[in-house]
């Protein structure tokens, strides 16, 4: 008698599970991985560039904002430790300059016109507290007919020169005081800078 063993092979189903393929779709879909991955790499590699720049620049200007900034601050804290010594010098030492030299610019704006008019005496208006200094500096500079009078109303760096009659007049008070006038506004105008940014 024969015995019968059971069968353990599944036929049917291994023919049902068998793909054939060949050598080109294994090849097409292969490359195809390929271009997918590296179109998802490069995508991430234009990203990650783009993301380095968007951060470089923003840290370049916040950068370039806090060295504007200092600047500004360092400016500022110079002209403000400037400003009691342009002050001095304008309340202090630029009217006694402008009382020294009072006399040469009298003398030298008077030489023009002593040579236009050289007979014709000339007539100084000062003010009684800078008469003398005139004085000494025009007595022996000149050869010229002058007569000095006193002038009250003028100020110390004021002169008026009259020669016939033609009249000039010499004001260091007002240039000083545009000087003065000058420096205090521009220090006003960078305190208002610094209040308005």
Known sequence: MA???ETFEVEAE???DLVVTDATAIENGRLASYEEGY???????????AADQARLHSDLSRNM???GFTFHEAR????????????????????????ETLAPVVLETLMP???QMADAPVTIL?????????????GPATGLPLSLVDEPSLGDGQVSL?????????DLDRAVNEIAGAVRSFFDLDQKEIRHG
């Open 39 to 49: 179109s998802a790499g490069w995508e991430d590699a234009v990203k990650a560039q």
């Open 14 to 16: 291994a023919a049902s």
């Open 113 to 115: 016109l002593a040579e």
């Open 126 to 138: 000062v003010n009684p507290s800078v008469r003398p200094e005139i004085e000494a500096l025009l």
């Open 76 to 99: 500022m804290h110079v002209l403000r430790a400037m400003e009691p010594l342009m002050e001095a010098l304008i309340g202090r030492i630029l009217p006694e300059m402008a009382r």
């Open 65 to 67: 904002q806090a060295l």
């Open 162 to 170: 009259r020669l016939g009659g033609a009249e000039t007049c010499v």
């Open 3 to 5: 015995i019968r063993l």
